[in-house]
């Protein structure tokens, strides 16, 4: 069954549109869902690291709407995202390129056609490029030590002209939501809480026993 297109392009099979339907669900779903899972299960391990995130969200937008323009400049915010990123990199096993021609680096020859995938979890874990690479540490990535990342170290959404189109987008979603339930409640752990998650793959790495926090209302909402 083919699309046929009223300019004469060439149409997309049917088999295509599934591909690109589940692509959509794995890449703007799943992933999304994730970080959201990670993010609160950190934040309920680390309250020093939500306190000062929910002070960021009092000082930035209150009592007021959530607007694009208030999410525009959140600095804390983006550097609990990119660290929370950093331990879990939801989508690091789908991150592969194919050689459009020969290449040579040092003793290591790829040919053309060959499928090259990037070990995104190794990168990101690498003890010579991350110090106490285990640790969570949003200050990896304040305006003084982001600059000292080395390139490439860091890509959660992949690089260059390839890398994910919807980056900024997740980045949004996981930030309203976030905003939203800390504006009134705050994250707590649970004797369900666990102290290191255990993964799974299923396209995204996942948390393979879900998350378990306890959210609690402030008694003084904002």
């Not at 934040?43 to 960021?56: C, G, I, M, N, Y």
């Not at 609990?80 to 096993?93: G, I, N, Q």
């Not at 990168?123 to 304040?142: N, V, Y």
């Amino acid at each position: 069954m083919l699309f046929v297109d009223k300019k004469g392009k060439k149409p997309m099979s049917e088999r295509e549109i599934v591909a690109q339907s589940l692509t959509f669900l794995l890449a703007g779903y799943e992933t999304t869902s994730a970080v959201l899972a990670f993010l609160t299960h950190l934040l309920a391990r680390h309250p020093d690291v939500q306190t000062r995130l929910s002070d960021e969200i009092l000082n930035k937008i209150g009592k007021e709407e959530i607007t694009y323009d208030s999410l525009s400049y959140m600095p804390y915010f983006n550097m609990v995202f990119d660290e929370v990123c950093r331990l879990y990199p939801t989508a690091s096993l789908i991150v592969t390129r194919k050689a459009a021609r020969d290449c040579v680096y040092g003793n290591l020859k790829i040919p053309a056609g060959m499928n090259v995938q990037v070990d995104v979890w190794g990168l990101h874990h690498d003890t010579e490029l991350w110090e106490d690479a285990k640790k969570f540490d949003p200050e990896r990535f304040s305006s003084t030590n982001k600059d000292k990342i080395k390139p490439f170290s860091f890509i959660p959404f992949g690089a260059g002209p390839r890398s994910c189109i919807g980056a900024r987008f997740a980045m949004l979603e996981t930030k309203i939501a976030i905003v939203r339930v800390l504006q009134k409640y705050r994250f707590e752990q649970s004797p369900e809480t666990k102290e290191e998650l255990e993964l799974e793959c299923r396209g995204a790495i996942v948390p393979k026993d879900g998350v378990f926090v306890k959210i609690v209302p402030k008694e003084q909402v904002f």
